[in-house]
């Protein structure tokens, strides 16, 4: 079973950063592909980014492409979801998400198996 604790949302201005980051109790995290989602309120889960267990591979949904990035730290088994020019249209929970060990996992929700529990991030204008 792997827990995953997402930390470092917050409140921001349009044009800002924010860094949010994915803790794992999994030791061989490496082994795991990593997803970042988010839902803002009365709106279905959406994509937003995934990242390969090695950190060689990452994609992006299109509305982040080029304003987020998504890398791991193997030492620390976590994945950070760096979030620049920040829009009020991000305002989200974000939740990291892992598939099953080995497993690749895209931009689907139901590739993944284990969810953290979110984090608000919300964008004023």
């Known amino acids: 079973q792997v827990q995953l604790v997402e930390s470092g949302g917050g409140l921001v201005q349009a044009g800002d950063s924010l860094r949010l980051s994915c803790a794992a109790s999994e030791r061989n995290f490496g082994n795991y592909y990593v997803g970042w989602f988010r839902q803002a309120p009365g709106k279905e889960r959406e994509f937003v980014a995934t990242i390969s267990g090695s950190g060689g591979s990452t994609y992006y949904a299109d509305s982040v492409k080029g304003r987020f990035t998504v890398s791991r730290d193997h030492a620390k088994n976590t994945v950070y979801l760096q979030m620049n020019s920040l829009k009020p249209d991000d305002t989200a929970v974000y939740s990291c998400?892992?598939?099953?060990?080995?497993?690749?996992?895209?931009?689907?929700?139901?590739?993944?198996?284990?969810w953290g529990q979110g984090t608000q991030v919300t964008v004023s204008s």
């Open positions: 998400a892992a598939p099953k060990r080995f497993r690749v996992g895209g931009s689907r929700g139901d590739e993944y198996t284990y």
